[in-house]
């Protein structure tokens, strides 16, 4: 047994099914073991950065770390925006590259750079293999580092010749991590600051959802009588249609669900992750009494410094709180706000006007997609409506990158999405600029026959950018481009392509692109003037709210 076949022994022994990636040279020993092995198939996909796209997603569906494999150089460079996605975002992922032999690391080589260098500032540790005989112990402590808390991604890497030499060892036993409680101490206190607030509120994050803390946080609105907003990745928790449920914060500024954080004289922050939505946004002034909840202590930032940390099992904590906290009266402030988020909601439920407004296309894939479906949202402009308007009654049935954000991630996300659940529904939901990044992995759904759907809005532009400039400046530019026909660029692939002629055509095109046998494209156009009517609507309303005031009893 060489190095390699030593490594995807203990890769299997980690219960990886599946490695995305591209080989190359300097990976052949990698490749010919894994095709030997019964356990774990090998994915080649069309670019690195799609490799590591899939893995990211594959890692938040499951839980388990996703594996990805480059060679080096440039194989290994492609890679590094879909592990920092990883890392940021909490998802458990496993990146393993090739690497120039021992031989001529010491030289200026062909392609070799210092991959341990430059993948450790986006990973939790970043590793080289230089004996066989540590592959066992590198490989248990990258599978035990990507799938802790906080999750994130890891990287190994592995010298061609290392990867050919003869080795006599065993893959090391995978041990799960006892869960570790808060003090009870901690809870009482916590108690005590919910039952003499008079507004709390909680802010659910996505720690939460690796925690699965949905039904927990459930109980706890429901018996506490506190209102709940999630984050955009925290979607799901508390569903969409329970009266406590404020939707998601993290969207356009001065949206309703800031109105809710202004009003609170608590907030309880359960699984709530900075890089989310950052305290700055929503305790810019310092005031904020607040709860950390979750499994690690709370990051330090001057915007968030909690009363009182639990740290350790979500569920537990959550449930120990609603022991010893007060009821609280039923939160009227916050269902009145509920009732203008509704509203807002409700109001495009019957618009047909052409091009489609973001509101009418998010609420009408809403209608057709299941409550278990899976929608993977890109970045761009229609990601913020998607944040706002797309709700959820389960946890991680809308996958959003909303840590690094990266563009691109909708199409390889799918696909990994699809091979994790092949009986679900599975939509990309894509801008325009956000599909062409990534546009060549149709050919891997086509190859996998995974009957993903891509629904592409397009309006010719980086349209949050353009959003953004429009905002700041009073004009935009530099954020204009040209597209292809989508519908004969899927056709090309093997996809169905349909491009949406009427706003009545989305949910009947929606509904038979889900009983198709092959990917369907549907190219959406967008009426994006509703990114600046939001955001004077949004101003107005920031205006006509006088900043409100706690009496001295509501401290």
């Not at 030997?36 to 839980?63: C, N, W």
């Not at 909490?90 to 120039?100: D, E, K, N, S």
């Not at 797309?390 to 390889?412: D, E, K, Q, W």
Request: aromatic share 8%; charged share 25%.
């Amino acid at each position: 047994m060489n190095t390699a076949e030593l490594m995807i022994r203990c890769l299997e022994a980690e219960d990886v099914k599946y490695i995305f990636g591209i080989p190359g040279e300097e990976t052949l020993e990698l490749i010919n073991a894994i095709e030997k092995s019964d356990q774990i198939k090998f994915i080649p996909t069309r670019h690195e950065q799609g490799a590591a796209f899939m893995a990211d997603v594959y890692g938040r569906l499951t839980g388990k770390a996703g594996v990805c494999l480059s060679t080096l150089g440039p194989g290994a460079t492609n890679l590094v925006t879909g592990v920092a996605d990883a890392n940021m975002d909490g998802a458990p992922l496993v990146a393993i590259t090739g690497q120039a032999g021992t031989d001529r690391m010491h030289l200026t080589s062909h392609q070799a750079v210092d991959l341990v260098e430059l993948f450790k500032p986006v990973t939790k540790r970043s590793k080289q293999i230089m004996r066989p005989d540590t592959v066992p112990e590198i490989v248990r402590i990258a599978f035990k580092y990507a799938e802790s808390e906080k999750p994130g991604a890891v990287h190994i890497d592995l010298p061609c010749n290392i990867a050919a030499m003869d080795v006599d060892e065993t893959p090391m036993k995978k041990v799960v991590a006892q869960k570790e409680y808060s003090s009870y101490r901690n809870i009482e206190k916590v108690a005590a600051l919910i039952s003499k607030a008079k507004r709390p509120l909680v802010l659910a994050g996505s720690s939460a959802v690796r925690d699965r803390c949905g039904r927990a946080i459930t109980e706890f609105a429901e018996r506490l009588h506190i209102p709940v907003l999630n984050t955009m990745m925290g979607k799901g928790l508390i569903p969409w249609t329970n009266k406590y449920s404020m939707w998601t914060i993290g969207g356009p500024k001065n949206d309703y669900q800031y109105l809710l954080m202004q009003k609170a004289d608590l907030v309880i922050c359960i699984g709530y992750d900075l890089v989310e939505f950052a305290p700055i946004n929503w305790n810019a002034d310092h005031s904020k009494k607040i709860i950390h909840i979750g499994p690690e202590a709370a990051h330090i930032n001057k915007r968030y410094e909690p009363a009182v940390e639990l740290v350790g099992d979500i569920k537990d904590s959550i449930y120990q709180i609603i022991r010893r906290a007060e009821i609280k009266l039923e939160p009227d402030w916050a269902f009145s706000i509920k009732k203008e988020i509704v509203a807002d909601y409700n109001a495009f439920a019957k618009d047909s006007e052409f091009p489609v407004k973001p509101q009418k296309v998010i609420y009408d894939i809403r209608t057709v997609m299941g409550e278990e479906d899976i929608l993977i949202c890109d970045v761009g402009a229609h990601k913020m409506w998607c944040g706002r308007e797309y709700n959820c009654s389960r946890p991680n049935t809308c996958i959003i990158s909303n840590g690094f954000a990266s563009m691109g991630i909708a199409l390889p996300g799918a696909i990994a999405a699809k091979l994790v659940s092949p009986d679900k529904n599975v939509l990309a939901f894509c801008g325009d600029g956000g599909f062409m990044m990534n546009v060549q992995e149709l050919e891997v759904a086509v190859r996998l026959k995974l009957p993903v759907v891509v629904f592409i809005l397009t309006d010719c532009s980086y349209g949050l950018i353009k959003w953004k400039q429009d905002a700041r400046y009073g004009f935009h530019c530099s954020v204009d481009f040209t597209n292809p026909d989508f519908a004969k660029l899927a056709e090309s692939f093997g996809c169905t392509g349909v491009k949406i002629q009427r706003t009545e055509d989305i949910v009947p095109t929606l509904k038979k692109a889900f009983t198709a046998e092959v990917p369907t494209v549907i190219e959406c156009p967008v009426d994006y003037s509703q990114n600046m009517k939001l955001t004077e609507k949004l101003n107005q309303l920031a205006e006509q709210q006088k900043p409100f005031n706690h009496t001295d009893s509501e401290r």
